[in-house]
């Protein structure tokens, strides 16, 4: 697990994790997240990033937005 990330999404600022980034490459669909200290599970369907099921719905924006900066920082 790497350092903190930070996000601002709707003026609101969240912190989150990459869980193992260094398994990730540019051919990676699946990305495990801990967004202010709760797992997240993102998958990447074609172009658009999604949640995959788990206790807590989230906006889907905030979803997409989340896979974004994960893709710019990794270059992914």
């Not at 993102?42 to 206790?55: M, R, S, V």
């Amino acid at each position: 697990m790497g350092l903190p990330l930070r996000i601002t999404f709707n003026d609101q600022d969240y912190i989150y994790q990459i869980v193992n980034s260094n398994l990730i490459n540019q051919n990676t669909v699946e990305l495990e997240l801990l967004l202010n200290g709760e797992k997240l599970q993102l998958i990447k369907e074609k172009t658009i990033w999604i949640q995959k099921e788990g206790d807590q719905t989230l906006d889907p924006q905030l979803i997409q937005a989340l896979g974004r900066s994960v893709s710019l920082r990794l270059r992914m």
